[in-house]
Nanobody, 119 residues
Framework: QLQASGGGLVQAGGSLRLSCAAS????????VAWFRQAPGKEREFVAG?????RYADSVKGRFTISRDNAKSTVYLQMNSLKPEDTAVYYC?????????????????WGQGTQVTVSS
């Protein structure tokens, strides 16, 4: 199971840190990724961490993904937030160290956390 948290309302230029806590899995052998879905849009890949990290072009240089295997938690530090980052953010996991950017590759999903960036 995955539990996402840390969303909220922030002004443009601000920061938030999302957390994804896992239970019931051998966490260190899983890739964990963050996806987001804005109203009326498809769910899109944001960042992932497995054997390496991978970022969507739209967040490179602003977002940082990291993990603490001892706590079975993955973090997404989001800086320089923009109104277009507004979405529900989901964490997902797959039993592989390959970081892929498609939703169908992920076996486990968290419940989502709302991020709203005001202009």
């Amino acid at each position: 199971q995955l539990q996402a948290s840390g969303g909220g309302l922030v002004q443009a230029g601000g920061s938030l840190r999302l957390s994804c806590a896992a239970s019931g899995q051998t966490f260190s052998s899983y890739t964990v990724a963050w996806f987001r879905q804005a109203p009326g849009k498809e769910r899109e890949f944001v960042a992932g961490i497995g054997g390496y990290t991978r970022y969507a072009d739209s967040v490179k240089g602003r977002f940082t993904i990291s993990r603490d295997n001892a706590k079975s938690t993955v973090y997404l530090q989001m800086n320089s937030l923009k109104p277009e980052d507004t979405a529900v953010y989901y964490c997902a996991a797959r039993r592989s160290m390959l970081v892929v950017a498609i939703t169908e590759a992920y076996d486990y999903w968290g419940q989502g956390t709302q991020v709203t960036v005001s202009s």
